[in-house]
């Protein structure tokens, strides 16, 4: 039976935990070798956070895939031409009539995996400010192969030939999601003058 801890919406807020803190743990942790991600909306200011340790981890041969959403325009140009870049593999998943929505992150090696399962996504609000719950989960092989084989699937289902809305992300579809406008664009964001109203 996997190790079970539930993340309370006050930890983050409060600093008693923030899963920015717990992604880096985990990319630093020699015990695992591969990283996968759900996440419905990304931005890039997590990621200088992250830098030094995904490049790091990529150093020492890890992979690193994610399945990203574009919806609402939640997710920046800038964070997935990092992720593009840094990342193994880099899928977006996108639909009419439907939003991408899960948050799932998950590190596994040969012998246990570690993984967050909740609302947070790839942003600063998600992984260090916002009001975010979850469940944090510690497994061990062989005895919690099974339990982690049925969380993965939430990751592989995606992967499924007949999930045709999740499709590689490329230099070229990168830039056809922008001029599409379907990307939020963090450098049109410039903070307000000094003595601004606002």
């Not at 439907?98 to 909740?118: I, R």
């Amino acid at each position: 039976m996997p190790e079970i801890e539930f993340v309370q919406p006050v930890q983050q807020p409060l600093g008693i935990f923030r899963l920015l803190d717990w992604l880096n743990a985990n990319f630093d942790c020699a015990d695992f070798h591969s990283f996968r991600c759900l996440a419905a909306f990304a931005k890039i200011q997590p990621f200088y956070k992250m830098h030094e340790r995904i490049q790091a981890w990529r150093a020492r041969g890890n992979t690193s895939e994610a399945i990203i959403g574009i919806d609402h325009k939640g997710t920046s140009y800038q964070a997935l031409r990092y992720i593009m870049t840094h990342f193994t593999s880099t899928r977006i998943l996108h639909t009419d009539g439907s939003t991408f929505h899960p948050k799932l992150y998950l590190f596994y090696g040969d012998k246990s995996a570690a993984a967050y399962y909740g609302s947070s996504n790839l942003t600063s609000g998600g992984l260090e400010t916002n009001f975010e719950g979850g469940v944090l989960l510690r497994f061990q092989f062989p005895q919690d192969r099974d339990s982690f084989d049925a969380l993965f699937q939430s990751y592989l289902s995606l992967l499924a030939p007949e999930v045709s809305c999740t499709k590689i992300l490329t230099p070229d579809f990168l830039e056809e999601l922008n001029q599409n406008g379907l990307l939020l664009d963090e450098n049109a964001y410039a903070p307000p003058a000094a003595g601004a109203e606002g």
